[in-house]
């Protein structure tokens, strides 16, 4: 399980993540939605601890003693970047190196679709470049996945994809959290919602529990987007 706890942070004195605090539990997949600009990319960081917190604290419990080998979190996001004159197939070798991985590179992409091992990271398409970054967060078995906007991008293959590989991963027991502004396909993925906006917390419930009074999670989301804003205005 993935937890924080009044979590917060500024940048040049403007708070961006706001007290937030919100479960994700083992065994489940959690949709971190929220509008652009919300506060989800700083959070994610906040959780890999790539950026540091003002206040509040992120414990990430997982029983890796359960799976040899495996490391507590692996994860996508934007700013996980690749050297552009990098072959694929060396850019995550040096990731793996960084992490003791001991599967081949070229095995895990030819995982997640990518068949050509010597195409330069330059080359790749947005698609391409997500499975790349799946890839990356696959490289040594992690017990909770982090991915933000893994849906960006990818073809209906790789949409259904995706899908799979995280249904299959909570299925196992692992946390799951997944950012993503894809609404429509985000409700065939997640079993939980955490709605930011503002920077802080609005809505945190079961899928079912988030749309019961709402014909679909998109309607949902902009109701409770809606509602927020107009208690602050």
Same mark, same amino acid.
């Given at each position: 399980?993935?937890?924080?706890?009044?979590?917060? =942070?500024?940048?040049?004195?403007?708070? @961006?993540? &706001?007290?937030?605090?919100?479960? @994700?539990?083992?065994?489940?997949?959690?949709?971190? $939605?929220?509008?652009?600009?919300?506060? =989800?990319?700083?959070?994610?960081?906040?959780? $890999?601890?790539?950026?540091?917190?003002?206040?509040?604290?992120?414990?990430?419990?997982?029983?890796?003693?359960?799976?040899?080998?495996?490391?507590?979190?692996?994860?996508?996001?934007?700013?996980?970047?690749?050297?552009?004159?990098?072959?694929?197939?060396?850019?995550?070798?040096?990731?793996?190196?960084?992490?003791?991985?001991?599967?081949?590179?070229?095995?895990?992409?030819?995982?997640?679709?990518?068949?050509?091992?010597?195409?330069?990271?330059?080359?790749?398409? $947005?698609?391409?470049?997500?499975?790349?970054? !799946?890839?990356?967060?696959?490289?040594?078995?992690?017990?909770?996945?982090?991915? &933000?906007?893994?849906?960006?991008?990818?073809?209906?293959?790789? @949409?259904?994809?995706?899908?799979? *590989?995280?249904?299959?991963?909570?299925?196992?027991?692992?946390?799951?959290?997944?950012?993503?502004?894809?609404?429509?396909?985000?409700?065939? *993925?997640? &079993?939980?919602?955490?709605?930011?906006?503002?920077?802080?917390? !609005?809505?945190?419930?079961? $899928?079912?529990?988030?749309?019961?009074?709402?014909?679909?999670?998109? &309607?949902?989301?902009?109701?409770?987007?809606?509602?927020?804003?107009?208690?602050?205005?």
């Amino acid at each position: 399980m993935i937890s924080c706890h009044d979590v917060t =942070k500024s940048y040049r004195g403007r708070t @961006v993540v &706001d007290h937030v605090t919100f479960d @994700v539990p083992a065994g489940q997949v959690t949709g971190f $939605l929220g509008p652009n600009g919300s506060g =989800k990319t700083t959070t994610m960081r906040g959780i $890999l601890g790539l950026t540091g917190l003002d206040s509040g604290t992120v414990v990430v419990e997982t029983d890796t003693a359960a799976v040899p080998g495996s490391r507590p979190l692996g994860a996508t996001l934007d700013c996980m970047g690749f050297r552009r004159e990098l072959r694929i197939e060396h850019a995550l070798d040096a990731v793996g190196r960084r992490h003791g991985a001991t599967t081949p590179p070229r095995e895990l992409l030819e995982q997640v679709g990518l068949d050509d091992p010597r195409m330069r990271v330059g080359e790749l398409s $947005l698609g391409m470049m997500q499975r790349l970054r !799946i890839a990356a967060a696959l490289v040594v078995p992690a017990r909770a996945l982090v991915l &933000d906007e893994p849906l960006n991008g990818l073809d209906p293959d790789g @949409v259904r994809w995706v899908r799979g *590989l995280v249904r299959e991963h909570a299925d196992a027991g692992g946390a799951v959290l997944v950012s993503s502004h894809l609404l429509n396909e985000a409700e065939r *993925l997640v &079993d939980r919602v955490v709605v930011i906006h503002r920077g802080s917390i !609005i809505a945190e419930n079961t $899928l079912q529990g988030f749309t019961q009074h709402h014909a679909s999670l998109e &309607d949902a989301f902009f109701a409770s987007t809606a509602r927020t804003t107009g208690d602050r205005a």
